[in-house]
Nanobody
Framework: QVQLVESGGGLVQAGGSLRLSCAASGRTFSGYAMGWFRQAPGKEREFVARIKLNGGSTLYADSVKGRFTISKENTKNTVYLQMNSLKPEDTAVYYC????????????WGQGTQVTVSS
């Protein structure tokens, strides 16, 4: 079983930047993909971005495309989410998760890290 720990959240003004980290432990950093999701108050959790662990191809939600960048560092078992040009609507708890295989859904959710963007 893999354990995921997110960090890097905080309070930032609109237009600012943050970098989130997701550190994996408990087993070899492997699987099909890692992803970032977010949940704003009163809303359902939504997909933000994902990166394939083999090859590194990425996919983004339309709402963050061009502003956010997902990356990975295999030697540190860590996935990052660089968030630029932040908007108040990006305010949410951000979670990372692992998708073990193509046929499985994302799971092994971390505890989340709060991102608050002030206007």
């Amino acid at each position: 079983q893999v354990q995921l720990v997110e960090s890097g959240g905080g309070l930032v003004q609109a237009g600012g930047s943050l970098r989130l980290s997701c550190a994996a432990s408990g087993r070899t950093f492997s699987g099909y993909a890692m992803g970032w999701f977010r949940q704003a108050p009163g809303k359902e959790r939504e997909f933000v971005a994902r990166i394939k662990l083999n090859g590194g191809s990425t996919l983004y939600a339309d709402s963050v495309k061009g502003r956010f960048t997902i990356s990975k560092e295999n030697t540190k078992n860590t996935v990052y989410l660089q968030m630029n040009s932040l908007k108040p609507e990006d305010t949410a708890v951000y979670y990372c998760a692992v998708r073990p295989t193509y046929s499985e859904d994302f799971g092994s959710w971390g505890q989340g890290t709060q991102v608050t963007v002030s206007s």
